[in-house]
């Protein structure tokens, strides 16, 4: 339990990074969830893609490194 509690507060002190990034730099961020082509991706991995998103920042779910490549050419940046 110790444990879970130590994952969420690390969670929620990377929200308020990012959030603060955001502010300082205005600019857009782009998240890469990366999974295994078997892998299974959890809920709390998708309320963060979510929460991303709202945040005005790309984000994608990629299983091998040719498909992130096309997202990030997709995303108009250069790999």
Request: aromatic content about 6%.
């Amino acid at each position: 339990m110790l444990e879970i509690h130590a994952l969420e507060c690390l969670a929620r002190l990377a929200q308020r990074q990012i959030e603060e990034l955001g502010r300082q730099l205005r600019a857009r961020v782009g998240f890469l969830e990366i999974k295994r082509p078997s892998g299974r991706i959890r809920p709390a991995q998708i309320e963060r893609m979510a929460w991303l998103h709202r945040l005005g920042h790309r984000v994608a779910l990629v299983r091998d490194q040719d498909y992130a490549e096309s997202v990030i050419l997709a995303w108009g940046w250069r790999t």
